[in-house]
Nanobody, 116 residues
């Protein structure tokens, strides 16, 4: 069992920035894939950003150039830096960790609201 806890969401104005954090109870070395998803009201959950243990990155086209996923191995943390936020970025953001051994773990989500 791996505990995944997101934090850092909140209300921000258009063009602002937020940094989401994802705390894992497992050593990050045991995690093969780290991802951030989001789900807006009435929409399906979508992949926002991903990072593999080998350092491969991928981003949704809608966030490329604005969002950055990263990890801190020493702290067992995964981050999502979000800049130039838009109203369409409003959603609940979820951290997803896939272990090398196969476990797939989700956090409870953190709300991000972008308004004018």
């Amino acid at each position: 069992q791996v505990q995944v806890v997101e934090s850092g969401g909140g209300l921000v104005q258009i063009g602002g920035s937020l940094r989401l954090s994802c705390a894992a109870s497992a050593n990050i070395f045991t995690i093969a894939i780290m991802r951030w998803y989001r789900q807006a009201p009435g929409k399906q959950r979508e992949l926002v950003a991903g990072l593999t243990s080998g350092g491969n990155l991928n981003y949704a086209d809608s966030v490329k150039g604005r969002f950055t996923i990263s990890r801190d191995i020493a702290k067992n943390m995964v981050y999502l830096q979000m800049n130039s936020l838009k109203p369409e970025d409003t959603a609940v953001y979820y951290c997803n960790l896939v272990q090398i051994a196969g476990g797939n773990w989700w956090g409870q989500g953190t709300q991000v609201t972008v308004s004018s």
